[in-house]
């Protein structure tokens, strides 16, 4: 997938046809668009404070978990996220 800078995950998931639960619609009032950074934090803009108190919400915390939908992408590295299996299960099929 491709994304832009300035985009966050959220929007770049969705926008490649994996639709994350993000039920607050990206103002991080929510867990549900929790995911996993793999590799290239780095190129993320960092967790705020508010971010920070929110994920810890959400189930299956790692030490890698962000909130898709606050992590702008910065840099041009590849970042590898995995969304957790929990919210796998709610990953649809964009209709063509
Ligand atoms: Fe609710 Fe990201 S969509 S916190």
Do not use: F
């Not at 009032?29 to 967790?47: F, R």
Request: charged fraction near 25%; proline fraction near 4%; aromatic fraction near 2%.
């Amino acid at each position: 997938m491709m994304a832009a800078k300035g985009e966050n995950l959220l929007e770049v998931a969705v926008e490649g046809g994996v639709n994350i639960e993000h039920a607050c619609g990206g103002v991080c009032a929510c867990s549900t668009c929790h995911v996993y950074i793999e590799s290239g934090m780095d190129q993320l803009s960092e967790a705020v404070e508010a971010e920070e108190d929110r994920v810890e919400e959400a189930p299956g915390l790692q030490r890698n978990s962000r909130l898709s939908c606050q992590c702008v992408v910065k840099g041009d590295g590849p970042i590898v996220v995995r969304v957790p299996a929990w919210n796998r299960n709610a990953v649809k099929e964009v209709p063509h």
